[in-house]
């Protein structure tokens, strides 16, 4: 006991001086604990970071292909739109073109009808140079008898010494005070050229001296033939005293007898 009671302050000292220097030893030990908590807490609150905006990053992806398959549709739709526009006015166009395709078809049917081809071939082939016009031929009251005509146009070749075939004889124009002309159509030239040799005889003729003959011209031949007549008009104004005629598409002086 007296040793203990001796001993007891120094085993105190002894004691507090071990806690002491195990407290210094160990607060280091404790700080670098507690610092590795501490960064230990940071990474995990890195990691719940990243998490969450590894989440968001996800979300945002997805927004993203959302929103371009949305464009995709709405390009799709905007294709087929334009498609459909296309197509209809391509439909438009084919049913419009197969109208036109059916008036044309309705308006040359109607033109090139059996009777209208005939009639154009007829006129086509029709030769003039077998015609000839007789004018100043007297028009009897029944001017729609063509046998009457077919007698008037006989007694006239009569008068020339001239009995040709006559394919028709018909008046031209509608009915007027004046007698209107008579186309008469031979079978052949030799017989119109024949009667037109002999034209300058009418000349004079107690029955038919008022009439006179010319080809059957077309109308721009006709249209010729007037501008010759008023150049030979003008001709016997200035020379009075010459004879002149038309010969061909000139206007010449007549030949002295």
């Known amino acids: 006991n007296k040793l203990n009671a001796l001993n ?16 210094e030893q160990a607060f280091p030990v ?19 970071e990243l998490k969450v905006q590894s989440k968001e990053l996800i979300k945002t992806q997805r927004d993203l292909v959302a929103v ?41 049917a109607s033109a090139l009808a059996p009777k209208k081809i005939q009639s154009a071939i007829v006129a086509a082939s029709e030769d003039r140079g ?41 008046r031209l124009g509608k009915i007027s005070s004046s007698a209107r002309p008579v186309k008469v159509v031979f079978r052949s030239r030799n ?10 005889l009418l000349k004079g003729n107690d029955k038919f001296g008022k009439v006179f003959l010319s080809p059957d011209r077309t109308v721009e031949e006709r249209r010729e033939r007037k501008q010759l007549v008023v150049e030979l008009k003008e001709k016997v104004k200035r020379s009075p005293g010459t004879h002149y005629i038309i010969r061909g598409n000139r206007v010449l002086v007549a030949p002295r007898d």
Request: aromatic residues 2%; glycine residues 4%; proline residues 2%.
């Open 130 to 170: 077998c015609n000839i016009i007789v004018h100043g031929l007297e028009e009897l009251k029944d001017s729609g008898n063509s046998d009457e005509l077919e007698t008037q146009i006989k007694a006239l070749f009569s008068e020339l010494d001239e009995a040709p075939k006559v394919i028709s004889a018909e």
């Open 30 to 48: 404790v700080e670098q604990l507690l610092n590795v908590g501490s960064e230990t807490m940071k990474i995990k609150q890195y990691e719940t």
């Open 8 to 23: 007891k302050p120094v085993l105190l000292d002894l004691v507090e001086g071990a806690c002491r220097i195990l407290i």
């Open 68 to 108: 371009q398959e949305e464009l995709l549709k709405i390009q799709r739709e905007l294709l087929k739109k334009r498609e459909d526009e296309i197509s209809a006015v391509q439909s438009t166009a084919q049913q419009e073109i197969k109208s036109f395709a059916s008036v044309l078809e309705k308006e040359c």
């Open 191 to 200: 017989a119109q050229m024949s009667i037109m040799s002999k034209k300058s």
